[in-house]
Nanobody
Framework: QVQLVESGGGSVQAGGSLRLSCAAS????????MGWYRQAPGKGRDLVAL??????????GSVKGRFTISGDIGDSGKNMVFLQMDSLKPEDTAVYYC???????????????WGQGTQVSVSS
């Protein structure tokens, strides 16, 4: 199995910055993509940012230009991603979940894995 451990959430005023980290561990054969989703109170879980094993990235429109995803999920085996969040807005307040689509030995199909979530609160 794959375990995802997040860190770096907290409270900040509008315009401030936070950096989230996520480390994947376990018996991992390969990670196809890894990144972050968020869920605000009373809403569904939405994509924030993803990075793939070939280095491409994908962002939600609402965070483009403010958030930056980085990390290493390729052959190095570090299996970590970071989310630098700048110019934070109150509407960014949510629980942020680390996500990975990974392949484990003895299982042919990749599967989705989730972290426990970390709270990000932005006050106006």
């Amino acid at each position: 199995q794959v375990q995802l451990v997040e860190s770096g959430g907290g409270s900040v005023q509008a315009g401030g910055s936070l950096r989230l980290s996520c480390a994947a561990s376990g018996n991992i054969f390969a990670i196809n993509r890894m990144g972050w989703y968020r869920q605000a109170p009373g809403k569904g879980r939405d994509l924030v940012a993803l990075t793939t094993s070939d280095g491409s990235t994908n962002y939600a429109g609402s965070v483009k230009g403010r958030f930056t995803i980085s990390g290493d999920i390729g052959d190095s085996g570090k299996n970590m991603v970071f989310l630098q969040m700048d110019s934070l807005k109150p509407e960014d307040t949510a629980v942020y979940y680390c996500y990975a689509n990974a392949v484990v030995p003895m299982v042919l199909s990749p599967a989705d894995y989730w972290g426990q979530g970390t709270q990000v609160s932005v006050s106006s």
